[in-house]
């Protein structure tokens, strides 16, 4: 790529970041002007107000000063009122009005705290409640750890920007303007062209580093997403890590991402010492050319002292919110960014959504029907090929097959993490794209191979079913899944933390607790994902008991590894490559002496030879 090819990259993005951030503005301005909200809106009013009296009471500050000035040195050669207050009441009248200055600038904060937390609450739930709407698809492609840096970053974004926005740039701008006037009201032209000048010079000196900085922030960015990622990825395989021996290799990983943030943050701290030097030098070439032109107009007698020292309030009152401008550029700059990512964020569409109006999913029996279902994760590799399935009410099917074969899929499209490409999926004759999500969800209870719990209690662990379970019923569902016994000889009982992820219980612990959980929720249909192929036999056998306990009375789907936790179903299906290839009883398809006979003799022979070895 040639230099002239890479400016014109360069331009683009500039160009394409002042559009999103220009729509990121559009999008975050109703949070601060919300339809329906009066309350909020005059708060924002309120806050404006303040503003802009503070900004008022800001520029009469350096009148005061020169009328004491003035006072104390007997120069009053236009026989003004305000010397007739004396030295001593200037100066008192000069402390009055900076406390007033400071008051304003507080009851404006005081007024917009309430606007700018509220706005930050509401996006940080839309984004949240986004996430949790995206499909499966989504997250199983997306790092999690990146995900969080990316809503993490963009409310902070947001608050930054609507604090320095409406309280650093708009007010500086005010502030600005009055003082432009007052220069040219009291001075001359020339005072506002060297003040013009010198701004001019320092905003594009500002914004041209900045944008350089914003692209080595940018940097920094990634870097710091894939150290964190690596962090993450490998604290949460803790065991794993530990069981490789890998702890050096982990921290090598992470160095390496960490020495990439380290090269991007030590050119961002290098470019900020030039920024800062340019300013100073630009600000206080300024500073000195409208001293001297103050200094030759008292030597002319054409100024007093007076107005000497106020040409220099006014030019320091200014210089020291500019002195900011580049820090507050950058970061919002960088909050723009960072917003942009969040909203992008947003702007992922929903694989699986309700239809408009959709109805809830009403349940009579419980009956599901796979219609001719076909299904591809990828357009080029069907997983699904025209299964067709049904399941009456209050039966049981269980699913078995080689890996790949599409058992676990079959499961995901029942909980609709998927929507079917073709054929349907019914339940008691209603096609679960035509109901509500949310009653789908609340119609099927799932116990999956590894039970993932939350960082919390063992009885939040299982309320989580129906949180507004009574304790009593939290205990009884225990008591069914053959948990209440060993949460009862726990130090802390029910109230005993588990642990991330559940890692403080043993798998077959956290399976009942996962079963608790489900028959709290008493759903009509349920849904079993090799809910025990990862436990050893005595466990596995007394989990068994419990799920065939919490499958009476209700549709059972269960997908299997070991055939001898499904031999009581009423019914078993083979699939492979996508296909129904056996279905029949368990006794009718040993009778076939087909794939099904196959895999049972197979799992016995590995039995009968680990009861041998032992």
């Not at 009469?60 to 236009?78: F, Q």
């Not at 432009?180 to 914004?207: E, G, M, P, Q, S």
């Amino acid at each position: 790529m040639t230099a002239a090819e890479g400016d014109l990259m360069a331009d683009a993005i500039q160009e394409e970041e002042r559009r999103r951030g220009l729509a990121v503005l559009r999008d975050v301005a109703p949070y601060l002007w919300p339809d329906g909200e009066p309350g909020t809106k005059l708060r924002v009013v309120a806050a404006m107000a303040a503003l802009v009296l503070a900004k008022l009471v800001a520029v009469t500050t350096p009148m005061l000063y020169k009328g004491a000035v003035d006072a104390l040195a007997g120069d009053n050669p236009d026989g003004g009122t305000m010397l007739a207050l004396g030295a001593v009441g200037l100066t008192v009248a000069y402390g009055t009005v900076r406390l007033m200055n400071i008051a304003f600038q507080q009851l404006r904060d005081v007024i917009f705290a309430r606007v700018s937390q509220g706005a930050l609450r509401k996006l940080a739930l839309r984004t949240f409640r986004h996430i949790h709407a995206l499909s499966l698809r989504y997250h199983i492609s997306r790092k999690t750890g990146a995900l969080s840096r990316i809503m993490e970053r963009g409310v902070k974004g947001v608050s930054f920007l609507l604090r320095f926005l409406l309280f650093s740039i708009a007010p500086l701008i005010l502030e600005l303007l009055l003082v432009c006037a007052i220069l040219v009201a009291v001075f001359d032209w020339r005072f506002l062209a060297v003040l013009a000048v010198t701004i001019a010079l320092y905003v594009w000196f500002t914004f041209a580093i900045t944008e350089w900085r914003v692209r080595i922030r940018r940097e920094m960015n990634e870097q710091d997403n894939e150290a964190n990622q690596r962090a993450i990825d490998s604290l949460l395989n803790f065991e794993t890590v530990k069981y490789f021996g890998a702890d050096r290799r982990e921290a090598e990983r992470y160095d390496q991402a960490m020495a990439g943030y380290e090269a991007a943050a030590l050119k961002t701290a290098y470019s900020l010492g030039a920024i800062n030097l340019g300013q100073a030098i630009v600000i206080n070439i300024g500073l000195v050319a409208v001293m001297v032109m103050a200094a030759r107009g008292v030597s002319a007698g054409d100024y007093t002292v007076g107005d000497f020292v106020m040409v220099n309030a006014y030019m320091l009152q200014i210089i020291m919110p500019l002195n900011f401008l580049g820090t507050v550029y950058r970061e919002i700059r960088q909050s723009l960014v960072d917003m942009g990512e969040m909203f992008d964020l947003l702007e992922q569409p929903a694989e699986v959504v309700d239809k408009p109006g959709a109805p809830a999913l009403k349940v009579a029996g419980g009956e599901v029907v796979f219609d001719d279902v076909v299904f591809a994760y990828e357009s080029d590799r069907p997983i699904l090929r025209g299964v067709s399935l049904s399941v009456p009410a209050g039966r049981s099917l269980a699913i078995v097959g080689p890996t790949g074969s599409g058992k676990s899929t079959i499961g995901r499209l029942l909980f609709r993490f998927y929507d079917v490409d073709g054929g349907s999926l019914r339940i008691d004759g209603q096609d679960v794209r035509d109901v509500t999500q949310q009653s789908l969800h609340c119609s099927i209870g799932v116990v999956p191979q590894d039970t993932v719990l939350f960082n919390d209690s063992i009885y939040y662990n299982i309320a989580y079913g129906r949180p507004e379970a009574s304790r009593a019923e939290v205990e009884e569902a225990a008591r069914t899944a053959e948990i209440h016994d060993f949460i009862m000889s726990l130090p802390r009982g029910y109230d005993t933390l588990v642990g991330e992820r559940g890692l403080k219980l043993s798998g077959g612990e956290k399976q009942r607790v996962g079963i608790a959980r489900t028959v709290l929720k008493d759903p009509p249909i349920l849904l079993l994902d090799e809910a025990t192929s990862a436990l050893d036999t005595r466990t596995e056998q007394g989990i068994q008991t419990s799920l065939r306990r919490m499958g009476r009375g209700r549709t059972v789907i269960t997908i299997a590894h070991r055939l001898s936790t499904i031999v009581d179903s009423d019914e078993i299906v083979v699939l492979d490559a996508g296909e129904v290839v056996e279905r029949g009883s368990h006794s009718d398809l040993l009778a076939l002496n087909g794939r099904y006979a196959s895999m049972w003799l197979t799992q016995r022979a590995e039995s009968d030879d680990g009861a041998d070895a032992a």
